[in-house]
C-alpha cells in the first residue's frame, strides 16, 4: 500500500466528526468505538488478537526476583526512592 493514511483517512474524518458534536456541558463523555479494535463476532477476542508477543515467564521470573527489596535496610530503599544513592 502506497500511503496507509489514505486508507485511514475515512475513519478519521469520522471519528472527528462524532467529537466535534459533542458539548462540553455533557454529564459524561460519549463512548466512541475504537476502530483498532477487532470486530467482537468476526475474531473471538484471545491472547493472540491483537498480534501480542508471548510472555516469555524468563523474563517475568528475572524482574519479579530482582525487585526484592526485603534484604534491604529502610535506609536503602529511601536513598532508592529519592535519588540519594
Known sequence: MA???QRALFTINSLEDQMSNV???LSEF???ENPLQPIMQDT???PT???LPTIN???VSAQVQGSNFNNMT???KLDILFGNN
Open 3 to 5: 500511503n496507509p493514511l
Open 30 to 32: 460519549p463512548v466512541f
Open 57 to 59: 515467564n524468563e523474563v
Open 74 to 76: 529502610t535506609q536503602q
Open 49 to 51: 488478537t491483537l498480534n
Open 23 to 25: 458539548r462540553l456541558t
Open 44 to 46: 473471538p477476542l484471545g
